[in-house]
């Protein structure tokens, strides 16, 4: 049984290093981040099977995470830090010059835990089913796991390699998107409209699974559901709101790329308890 109270616990603190980071990076991506935190902390903390102590990106016997929405990095590496990947001190380096936390998630810094370099929007996905068919052809029964973005999903390339994963009958990919109906500069309707995304995944011949994506009953029901799913490639679609957790981020898409001023980090930090230190 899953400890809810645990990951509730975590995900606050994920939140509190989100806002902190940004703050003092003087930019970033806030809004997304917190809004994706509760998919990630189930992922990586109750999920995947991976091992922060053995990790390589060629380690065996463990499954690969890629966060293909690159910019949502500031959650990504405060998941991978309280996961234990690398001391949580190092993420109030977010964004220097020399820093292993570029805004953007690259390998070639040399990070623990990132798999693939993104931040072009559009091809983790196509890279996550790579994996996925390498891991069947070695005969791993481990798993590639990646979260999008519903604006993400505006690329042709997300649609490419949707085909491609049914045509391999890629069961060990398990795809996420974070649908919170933003992007970049404004509501996802008011851009290239992607909606009704559950049609368009079912369509394609996917699995596709609809949950809340800040109800941690829900998120890991809905990765349980995903494992029954043996030649036939998941997405679930994660009902979400941009800023969840800080009431004057959430909702809009006003917070995808703004740092808070340190009056504002503060503000946040008021409504999320300090659970695990903060760094
Ligand atoms: C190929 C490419 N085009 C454009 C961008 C600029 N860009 C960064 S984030 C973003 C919007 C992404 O929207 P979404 O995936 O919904 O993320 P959210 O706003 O929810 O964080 C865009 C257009 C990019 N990073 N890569």
Known sequence: MADIDKLRAIAS????????????AGSGHPG?????????????????KQDPKTWTRSAKGQ?????????????????????????K??????????????????????LPGVFQPSGSLGQGLSAAAGIA??????????????????GESEEGQIWEAAMFAVHHKLGNLIAMTDWNGQQIDGPTTSITAVEKLDEKWRAFGW??????????NEILGAFAKAAESKEVPTMILFKTDMGHGIDFMEGTH????????????????????ETLGDF
Request: hydrophobic share 45%.
């Open 13 to 24: 603190q994920v939140r509190r290093d989100i806002v902190r980071m940004v703050g003092l």
């Open 32 to 48: 997304g981040s917190v809004g994706s935190t509760d998919i990630l902390t189930a992922l990586f903390f109750e999920v995947m």
């Open 63 to 87: 499954d690969a995470f890629i966060l293909s929405a690159g910019h949502l990095a500031p959650v990504y590496y405060s998941i991978l830090s309280r996961a234990g990947y690398f001391p």
């Open 89 to 110: 001190e190092e993420l109030a380096t977010l964004r220097k010059f020399g820093s292993r936390l570029q805004g953007h998630p690259s390998t070639e810094a040399g």
């Open 133 to 150: 068919l390498g891991k069947k052809m070695d005969g791993e029964l481990t798993r590639a796991f990646v979260l999008c973005g519903d």
């Open 207 to 216: 699995n596709v699974i609809i949950a809340n994506g800040h109800d941690f």
């Open 254 to 273: 006003k917070w995808h790329g703004k740092a808070p001023k340190p009056e504002e980090v503060e503000a946040a930090l008021a409504q999320l308890d």
